[in-house]
């Protein structure tokens, strides 16, 4: 299975920066405010140092009060900076996610529908899910408290130099252990995490494979396949957990440990080591009291470290889709609902429309090659139809005519092209390629037919419905308004298919690709379907894989594959009167 890919570091940060730039205001002030909250909340244990000396000098309980005034004051004022800095934080980080969202909904929509098919749906699921949560709720949440936490802990080591810079190294003694562990975990976390991730997947596809197949499960007798399969999954899922599991269980217990020794040694040191008026008693309490303060940001600050990780992690596998996958599988074009906008009609030329197939071979993964030197050229404008006897390749050659997978050799080209070099966007509006599989989408009939194009009026949308036949569409209660897909009005398949049609229509393709497009529609309704279909379609290049022979007769050209072969090639009539292959299928069909 392919696997889409991830980004790398670089890339990450990249877009991390970019996040941030792209809301340079409210980032800077919700540093602006966590620094001004920080620097209130530093007041505190200095006023209570102060008190502390005061008390010791004997001073009165009119000072003592003055001072205590002081301390609610400016507790007071960090609470409400940092409410609002928070408010500000959260603010911008839910419009990152939702920018995040965005990019990721589009990049997906980009994807090679190739790549999707080799990497399976759990991949994509996971990422768009579990991945983009996660890293949601770094943004959101995670993001903000290193940013506060960074900047106490800046403010609070400074505060204790500030006392007395002996005070200070002595405060830093907790930090190497801290500093040596997380790197320690940081090396370890990322591969760790990835692999989670990856094996959080598999589990995924496995199951839905799983569920979306019970039936063939069942009656195949598959179940305990199917359960040792997932087993398996089960088992990579548990010992990738463990993995990270086992990072965790080392870095906490140390950083713990950590937190507790530089308190210890500043209230030895301070009191017992360092000879009296070099520091006051008020002063070695005020740096306890800053190194205690100090736990709760650090505490928070390598909690979310771990989380970090985890949303770094996730921000590669999000990032990663819409990257040019690493195996060579080459970008291609969507298939049955293709979208698009309708572009002016002749503003291609004849030749940039020339379909041409040289000495193309191919195989599917690893396997033996399916085509074998396929010659072939499509004229503009010409109806040509493929037939052969099942699993002669002609899906296969659809797929490389439609630029989905590139030939192992040879080419395919487009106006001299290779058809999987054109940018996704131009390719599809130039080649559509409809194949039996259609989606309903949830949503209305026009949300159904604007996928194809956004910018079609009602009226176009009727025209299209009726140029394919799709009467349905007039008994609707609500018109283009009424609502399809689970839970509203199920279309039929020929229903659907007929709106997969519609959609083609207002696409608007130069060159349509029809594997078997026809072939859930029952006789009656295939031939209304394929007679409105050529009407439409005059004057495009049209491409039908024909399981039927009438629309191989109603063809300009009719191309014979068989194993793989390009066997013959010609008009209806003289393939009829060459007696070959095309002759005995013809004459087997029409009874
Ligand atoms: N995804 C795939 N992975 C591996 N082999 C495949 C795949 N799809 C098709 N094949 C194999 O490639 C060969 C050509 O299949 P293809 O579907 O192109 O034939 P076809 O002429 O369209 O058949 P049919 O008329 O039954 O649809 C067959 O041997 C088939 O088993």
């Known amino acids: 299975m392919t696997r889409l890919p991830v980004a790398d570091r670089a890339v990450v940060r990249r877009a991390a920066r970019d996040l941030l730039a792209r809301d340079r205001r409210a980032v800077a ?296 996958p690493d195996n060579g599988s080459r970008p291609d074009t969507v298939a049955s609902a293709a979208h698009g906008i309708p572009e002016p009609r002749g503003t291609v030329s004849t030749a940039e429309e020339r379909l041409v197939v040289r000495g193309a071979r191919f195989s599917y993964a690893d396997g033996p090659d399916v085509l074998h030197g396929i010659e072939l050229e499509v004229h503009p404008g010409e109806r040509l139809a493929i037939v052969g006897p099942s699993g002669a390749g002609k899906s296969t050659l659809a797929r490389l005519l439609a630029g989905i997978d590139a030939p192992r050799e040879g080419v395919v080209s487009l106006g001299g092209r290779p058809v999987t070099d054109l940018p996704p966007a131009e390719r599809r509006r130039r080649i559509a390629l409809v194949t039996q599989e259609h989606h309903v989408f949830i949503g209305s009939l026009r949300d159904n037919l604007a996928f194809a194009a956004s910018g079609a009026s009602d009226d176009q949308m009727r025209s299209a419905l009726a140029a394919v036949g799709a009467d349905w569409y007039t008994d609707l209660p609500d018109g283009l308004d009424t609502q399809l897909g689970d839970g509203a009005r199920e279309l039929s398949a020929a229903d659907a298919q007929q709106l997969a049609l519609a959609r083609l229509v207002l696409a608007d393709p130069h060159t349509l690709i029809l594997d078997e497009a026809t072939a859930a529609l029952d006789p009656t309704t295939a031939r209304r379907t394929e007679r409105a279909l050529a009407a439409v379609v005059s004057g495009r290049t049209v491409i039908a894989i024909a399981h039927r022979l009438n629309t191989a007769h109603d063809a300009d050209r009719v191309a014979v594959l068989e194993d793989g072969r390009l066997t013959e090639l010609g008009s209806h009539d003289d393939l009829v009167n060459a007696d070959g292959a095309y002759a005995a299928l013809w004459r087997s069909w029409h009874g």
């Open 29 to 324: 002030i919700v540093l602006v405010l966590h620094g001004a909250a920080a620097i209130a909340g530093l007041a505190a244990p200095w006023l209570l140092g102060r008190i502390v000396d005061e008390v010791a000098a004997g001073g009165g309980a009119a000072a003592v009060d003055r001072l205590a005034l002081a301390i609610g004051v400016c507790v007071l004022a960090q609470g409400l900076l940092s409410r609002y800095a928070q408010y500000a934080g959260h603010r911008f980080g839910e419009r990152a996610v939702a920018r995040l969202r965005e990019d990721f909904v589009s990049r997906t929509l980009d994807l090679p529908v190739s790549l999707v098919e080799r990497a399976g749906t759990g991949e994509l699921a996971t990422r768009s899910s579990v991945d983009v949560t996660t890293v949601g709720t770094t943004v959101r949440d995670v993001v903000p408290v290193i940013v506060i936490a960074t900047t106490q802990l800046s403010l609070l080591y400074g505060a204790i130099f500030l006392l007395h810079p002996l005070l200070g190294l002595v405060a830093l003694t907790g930090l190497p252990s801290i500093f040596a562990v997380t790197r320690w975990y940081l090396r370890r976390a990322r591969p760790a995490y990835l692999a989670e991730g990856a094996a959080t997947a598999e589990l995924t596809e496995a199951l839905t494979t799983t569920a979306e197949g019970a039936r063939t499960v069942e009656a195949l007798r598959l179940g305990a396949d199917r359960i040792a399969h997932g087993t398996q999954r089960i088992g990579q899922v548990w010992a990738t957990r463990r993995a990270t599991l086992a990072l965790r269980s080392v870095f906490f217990p140390v950083v713990e440990a950590s937190y507790a020794l530089p308190i210890a040694a500043v209230l030895l040191i301070g009191g017992f080591v360092m000879p009296r008026g070099m520091v006051t008693l008020g002063e070695v309490v005020a740096a306890a009291l800053y190194l205690q303060q100090a736990i709760d940001p650090l505490d928070r600050l390598l909690q979310w470290t771990e989380q970090a990780q985890r949303g770094l992690a996730s921000f590669a596998r999000v990032l990663g889709v819409g990257q040019e």
